[in-house]
């Protein structure tokens, strides 16, 4: 497979170790852009392969690479970068192959691509690789090139979920005990009351019955004290 997928930061750090000429590119999963232009990072990677393989290709996915991304700086998806002896000479963001091709030849990694560049005692022009050829029929018919995807930021890191927020509801428990208290004084005061009307019941009934013993008294003292004559 001349695409070589990298699945951890190790083998990252390896693979750019390991190559003099390494292209890599930090793609994403969820990136509409990176799907859409990987047959065309394949088909590069088969042409540097086919080339002599001096300048090895791999893309690594930001899911496997995790605080990497940021380590290498990585703003955008994709994002190509070249590095030579370990070292970052370049990159590119968004899928742009012709400014990747321009970047890998001005770092002097085509030079020793066999068939790449002039060759000694010779004039002519290195072959056209079949993206640069299509863009150069369309020159010639006055259409202009094809735009590349605009690179899709790097999402930022996600925020904490904020801790739940206590039960705000007013406690009515003490309020109610409040108000059962408040309600036994009246309460009281209520049979006070019913106590003080029988009371004053009773003395009215009491007066009453004295009032009519006096009114028989009065009549007895009344009799006429000749009947018995």
């Given at each position: 497979?001349?695409l070589t997928?990298?699945?951890s930061?190790?083998e990252?750090a390896s693979?750019?170790?390991?190559n003099?000429?390494?292209l890599i590119c930090?793609?994403a999963?969820w990136?509409?852009?990176?799907r ?5 990072l394949?088909?590069?990677?088969a042409?540097y ?6 300048v090895r ?5 930001e899911h496997?690479l995790?605080e990497?991304?940021?380590?290498d700086?990585?703003r ?9 002896g370990g070292t970052e000479?370049g990159r590119v ?7 990747i091709?321009q970047m890998?030849g001005a ?15 010779g004039?002519?022009e290195?072959?056209l690789?079949?993206?640069a ?13 094809a735009p590349?995807p605009a690179p899709?930021?790097v999402?930022?890191?996600a ?17 109610v ?7 036994a ?6 049979d ?9 019941k009773e ?9 009519a013993d006096?009114?028989?008294?009065k009549e007895?003292?009344m009799v006429d004290?000749t009947?018995s004559?």
């Amino acid at each position: 497979m001349t695409l070589t997928e990298l699945s951890s930061p190790d083998e990252l750090a390896s693979f750019k170790a390991a190559n003099a000429n390494a292209l890599i590119c930090y793609s994403a999963t969820w990136c509409g852009p990176c799907r859409a232009s990987k047959p065309q990072l394949e088909a590069l990677a088969a042409e540097y392969a086919a080339a002599g393989g001096v300048v090895r290709v791999a893309i690594a996915y930001e899911h496997n690479l995790g605080e990497s991304v940021q380590a290498d700086n990585v703003r955008a998806f994709p994002t190509y970068a070249l590095f030579v002896g370990g070292t970052e000479k370049g990159r590119v963001e968004g899928a742009n192959f012709d400014q990747i091709r321009q970047m890998v030849g001005a770092a002097g990694c085509e030079k020793a691509i066999p068939g790449v560049g002039h060759s000694l005692g010779g004039g002519g022009e290195a072959p056209l690789s079949p993206g640069a050829a299509r863009e150069a029929r369309l020159a010639k018919l006055g259409a202009p090139p094809a735009p590349a995807p605009a690179p899709v930021p790097v999402p930022a890191a996600a925020a904490p979920a904020p801790a739940p927020a206590e039960d705000s509801k007013p406690d009515t428990s003490k309020d109610v005990e409040m108000k059962d208290a408040s309600d036994a004084p009246a309460a009281a005061d209520a049979d006070v009351s019913m106590a003080d009307a029988e009371d004053k019941k009773e003395d009215n009934a009491a007066a009453g019955a004295a009032k009519a013993d006096a009114e028989e008294e009065k009549e007895v003292e009344m009799v006429d004290p000749t009947e018995s004559l």
